[in-house]
């Protein structure tokens, strides 16, 4: 008996371990910095809004044989790696302006497949330069996802997703915003809400009915087809074709 009660708290033990340490299981996350420095700089300072859902990580990734889920979780913060990536890449002519990174999204993610695995990076981000009269200036977006596959992704699409945020803002120091809008900081705060009211989408009383071809159209409440008729089937009516008037005359539109 006595023999039995040991085994069992040396099991709840060891599984006591293996949950704590895979709660704590990390992977860091650090922006990779260029080799060369630019010869020209308009900016000195870089601010960080985060606007993303979860601040605390940056996605799940998988370590190990097993395939362990680890948090992307950064050991320096996003907005001091930004400092030092700008601190970095400016040479001796550097003016002392600040621009603002409007950060709404930056995940990473992996998918293991039969033979292959895929890691995705998502970054999507606005960045701003500041007026000499305190306003804001359009400088710069990106909405950009990695793909990589690879029978080990982590590494990779890591090292491929730090690149990606470390160009973005080296292509963009050394040259000025030429927008006309000129935003207050709680604009720039705002600046999701705002872009969506000069959406059609958004703004419009009723949406327009039709077939869109992609995102662009959908937005723009451009449809390329009008719908003439559709047909449904199931207890919770699903599609299953639709048609278009041609000629007075319905037509099938495929589903392509």
Do not use: W
Not at 70 to 89: D, E, W
Not at 199 to 210: A, C, H, I, R, V
Not at 216 to 223: A, G, L, Y
């Amino acid at each position: 008996m006595k023999i039995y009660i040991n085994k069992i708290s040396i099991l709840s033990l060891l599984l006591f371990s293996i949950l704590l340490f895979s709660q704590k299981r990390t992977e860091d996350f650090s922006i990779s910095f260029p080799d060369q420095k630019l010869e020209k700089s308009y900016y000195k300072t870089i601010k960080l809004i985060d606007i993303r859902t979860d601040t605390t990580s940056l996605g799940i990734v998988q370590k190990g044989a097993f395939n362990a889920k680890a948090k992307v979780v950064p050991g320096v913060s996003l907005a001091n790696q930004f400092q030092n990536l700008l601190n970095h890449i400016n040479g001796s002519n550097v003016e002392d302006g600040t621009i603002v990174m409007y950060l709404k999204q930056l995940y990473f993610a992996e998918v293991t497949g039969a033979f292959s695995e895929h890691g995705y990076c998502y970054f999507q981000a606005f960045l701003f330069a500041k007026n000499d009269d305190g306003t804001y200036s359009y400088l710069d977006k990106i909405d950009s996802v990695i793909d990589h596959s690879s029978m080990d992704v982590t590494k990779a699409t890591m090292k491929k997703g730090s690149e990606m945020v470390s160009n973005f803002i080296s292509k963009n120091i050394s040259k000025k915003a030429t927008a006309t809008d000129h935003y207050t900081l709680e604009d720039v705060k705002n600046f999701d809400a705002i872009e969506k009211q000069k959406l059609s989408l958004y703004s419009s009383d009723q949406l327009k009915e039709g077939l869109y071809k992609d995102y662009n159209s959908f937005k723009n409440q451009e449809p390329e087809k009008q719908i003439a008729n559709a047909k449904f089937y199931g207890k919770s009516p699903k599609i299953i074709k639709v048609y278009e008037t041609i000629d007075t005359k319905e037509k099938e539109i495929k589903k392509k």
